[in-house]
């Protein structure tokens, strides 16, 4: 008892250590319906607690089952517009006349805290982010392994009629055209292999010199006591 | 028995799956003397069987128990001047009046041949890589997590007479001040959790997609099947 404890104040004290102050990131992840950026982000907001997901305002009515602040912030369009117009949102786009849009302040305040934020966003999101928060932003696109198996993918998700998913499939080819505007590409033909990749990129990415922004401080630390 | 086979065989069809055709990268660890930047990079070389060491080429002379091929190639000096005019080395540098440089062909040889070649090397041959091959490369600064725990270290190796080690400790100030120039830093608190550090940078490095070379392709097949 005694030993185990002492060898958990050691590891405590070299995980204090490790406090380099760091400024948060903010993770795309993009994928063609099916690749699996859905599954692979619910996985790691489970695992990750320093990870976010990013809550979008949107001005299409609120289903039920649906919550204000967790799914989405549901708004009027006036209230969106003006959002629009003041800078206040990192992304926006209409899609079958409702608005959708990412607001940049509690993105801007996780970052800040050294809070990471997760986007599950398609390419035209992923390009409106870098044009506004290029060096915070980190982007992965996943691929599927194939083409039958995206079809199977989607076909496994049941309920949707035949036609949405020959429609799905048609704009699987569009983002696919895409992968190249991206950081990183993981392929998804092993969901825990494909989530490992995700990890070690977001790992990685926050040893970052450009987010420890607590380093130069501690090097003048060091250099103080030399 | 036959259940065990079956996955066996099923994991191998997914490794194989996987092979999206990439270069290779340089990984360049650089870091104070005693931060752990020589046990981390022997640490590597053991784990991964796909990153090599980069051998230099030396005018100083060989020492009993090194190894032409392994510890240096050892050449002559208009041999080596000769490498320096016809732009064959990737970076070089004069130290008590032995020439020491990186040559670029066996480098570039690996990178092609998608393997990563690791340098253990100081700011000064960092900043020559940079310039010539900043597109292949990943930098990765070594910090020590205090300086009377870089003392130690120096200490430990014992042998070092004191007059070396007050050397070293002074040189130490000068490494330290690099630490801007590098993409990536690790705190070396605890060496296996730096270890992970690295490897997760390795890791994140591979799935760059500038670096998946065969990924033009693999997106190519997958559309042609749409």
Chains 1, 2 share one sequence.
């Not at 039920?64 to 989405?72: A, F, L, N, T």
């Not at 998700?157 to 020959?166: G, H, N, P, Q, T």
């Not at 696919?176 to 993981?186: C, I, K, P, R």
């Not at 990415?205 to 003048?220: A, H, I, Y």
Request: hydrophobic share 40%.
């Amino acid at each position: 008892m005694a030993m185990a404890g002492a060898r958990k104040a050691k590891r405590k004290g070299k995980r204090a250590a490790r406090k380099i102050a760091r400024r948060g990131l903010m993770l795309v992840l993009s994928s063609p319906s099916g690749a699996g950026k859905t599954t692979l982000s619910r996985m790691l907001l489970k695992a990750d607690k320093s990870v976010e997901l990013s809550v979008s305002v949107t001005t299409r009515p609120r289903r039920p089952g649906e919550k204000h602040g967790r799914d989405y912030f549901f708004i009027q369009k006036p209230q969106f517009e003006k959002m629009v117009v003041n800078g206040e949102l990192l992304e926006w786009a209409e899609v079958f006349g409702n608005l959708y849009g990412t607001p940049r302040a509690p993105v801007e305040r996780a970052l800040a805290a050294g809070r990471d934020v997760l986007f599950d966003i398609d390419w035209q999101g992923t390009q409106q982010l870098g044009q506004t928060a290029r060096s915070d932003m980190a982007s992965i696109f996943v691929l599927p392994p194939s083409i039958p198996e995206l079809e199977r993918r989607l076909r496994a998700r049941a309920l949707d009629a035949e036609l949405v998913i020959r429609g799905r499939m048609a704009k699987a080819g569009d983002e696919l055209s895409h992968w190249f505007e991206y950081d990183y590409v993981v392929l998804n033909d092993d969901i825990e292999r494909a989530f490992a990749d995700v990890r070690q990129i977001l790992a990685a990415e926050r040893l970052k010199r450009e987010r420890l922004t607590g380093l130069s401080d501690f090097v003048r630390g060091l250099q103080a006591k030399l």
